[in-house]
């Protein structure tokens, strides 16, 4: 083996640790909202499926937000929990909040997707801010969140959550959802290049839309088979000429998205395969992300167990560049740092959750959550 080619790998991984420097230093945050402000109202829409445990928690921080919140809407997706029920005695608390029963799912229509149209029909504010139903806002995110969207004159605005942690497997495996984001998309090169497609990005946790623009879109049935949808209606945004932005909202909202090792598995089941589409597409990205942040580990591991000290340096570096991009990343958003040191056992589990997402889709097996199955053969939704 010649002697550039061991030492390739540090080199690109050069280039990755830069840009999870630049996204960890330049990706804008939230704004704070001015007086003029105040007079944006915002009507936020939860859709909700067998959310016993998360409604009330989320409507709590919702109706903290003040008088800019006008209303609060939320769908009840055909829960089979008492869901319908809690939102109904606090909303004899509080006459903002409105209960909606959701129709049946049509065919080619994804659960999330339909549910989202059916809130934004009912809203009546300027702003429509969706959020999921585990999402929690700090004081005053909601009137931050539109002087933000003004600010950078966008009508599509994602504010990327902070992610609660409490388990040892979502310590493990949830920090990878941002490394896998953060070490492959320019964050902070997407507000330089706002109409640019490729560029969108969205966080279906927290979802600002400025309502004529949204209807003008499409809405969501632009996007309606989608299990991506957040990160696909971004990218529908901008493909129309419409601004759309992803900002840091760790600060803002917070949201416990998997509370297992089964949910995280199902959770990144259902989204690994559809944010691709197609097989080729997934398994370039899959070696590519695998030999950039896998393979240093099994390189270093082989020289150090057979005694080849050629390859030892260039490996030793790799692997030392990959935990640095893992704790640039960590810091930025403040994740727990021991599960750095386990990198390559999350990696591994990711692989495998990444192979079963394309092995159910492609073999019409389907793949589930929230009690529907997806891309299934013969059935749309089920």
């Known amino acids: 083996m010649s002697f550039e080619l061991p030492w390739l790998l540090p080199l690109l991984l050069l280039l990755f640790?830069?840009?999870?420097?630049?996204?960890?230093?330049?990706?804008?945050?939230?704004?704070?909202?001015?007086?003029?402000?105040?007079?944006?109202?915002?009507?936020?829409?939860?859709?909700?499926?067998?959310?016993?445990?998360?409604?009330?928690?989320?409507?709590?921080?919702?109706?903290?937000?003040?008088?800019?919140?006008?209303?609060?809407?939320?769908?009840?997706?055909?829960?089979?929990?008492?869901?319908?029920?809690?939102?109904?005695?606090?909303?004899?608390?509080?006459?903002?909040?409105?209960?909606?029963?959701?129709?049946?799912?049509?065919?080619?229509?994804?659960?999330?997707?339909?549910?989202?149209?059916?809130?934004?029909?009912?809203?009546?504010?300027?702003?429509?801010?969706?959020?999921d139903a585990d999402a929690r806002l700090a004081p005053q995110a909601a009137g931050r969140i539109v002087a933000t969207a003004r600010h950078f004159n966008c009508t599509m605005l994602s504010a990327w959550p902070g992610m609660q942690m409490l388990g040892f497997w979502e310590q493990l495996l949830m920090p990878l959802l941002n490394f896998l984001t953060f070490t492959m998309y320019p964050a902070p090169l997407a507000y330089i290049r706002r109409n640019d497609a490729?560029?969108?990005?969205?966080?279906?946790?927290?979802?600002?839309?400025?309502?004529?623009?949204?209807?003008?879109?499409?809405?969501?049935?632009?996007?309606?088979?989608?299990?991506?949808?957040?990160?696909?209606?971004?990218?529908?945004?901008?493909?129309?000429?419409?601004?759309?932005?992803?900002?840091?909202?760790?600060?803002?909202?917070?949201?416990?998205?998997?509370?297992?090792?089964?949910?995280?598995?199902?959770?990144?089941?259902?989204?690994f395969y559809s944010a691709f589409g197609n097989s080729l597409g997934f398994f370039a990205f899959l070696l590519f992300h695998l030999a950039l942040f896998l393979l240093p580990f099994i390189l270093l591991v082989g020289s150090l167990s057979s005694g080849n000290s050629s390859l030892l340096p260039a490996a030793l570096t790799a692997s030392l560049l990959v935990l640095a991009s893992r704790l640039v990343l960590s810091l930025r958003f403040r994740h727990p740092l021991w599960s750095i040191l386990l990198h390559p056992l999350a990696e591994l589990l990711l692989l495998a959750i990444a192979l079963n997402s394309w092995w159910r889709t492609v073999t019409g097996r389907g793949v589930r959550w929230k009690g529907r199955t997806y891309h299934a053969a013969g059935s749309e939704a089920s």
């Open 198 to 271: 490729s560029l969108g990005l969205a966080h279906g946790a927290c979802i600002l839309l400025r309502r004529e623009q949204y209807h003008h879109a499409g809405g969501h049935a632009a996007v309606r088979d989608a299990l991506f949808e957040d990160t696909k209606l971004a990218r529908h945004w901008r493909k129309i000429n419409l601004q759309s932005c992803c900002i840091d909202g760790s600060r803002l909202v917070s949201v416990r998205m998997y509370d297992s090792l089964p949910a995280i598995f199902l959770g990144f089941e259902k989204n």
């Open 17 to 131: 640790l830069g840009l999870a420097c630049w996204t960890a230093l330049r990706w804008p945050a939230a704004r704070t909202a001015r007086h003029e402000d105040a007079g944006d109202l915002i009507t936020v829409l939860i859709p909700a499926r067998n959310e016993k445990h998360n409604i009330e928690a989320c409507l709590e921080s919702v109706l903290q937000q003040g008088k800019q919140v006008c209303e609060v809407i939320v769908l009840d997706d055909n829960s089979e929990d008492n869901t319908a029920a809690i939102v109904r005695n606090i909303s004899t608390l509080d006459p903002r909040i409105r209960l909606v029963s959701g129709s049946p799912l049509p065919e080619g229509w994804s659960g999330k997707c339909w549910a989202c149209q059916q809130l934004a029909d009912n809203a009546t504010s300027e702003w429509m801010l969706f959020l």
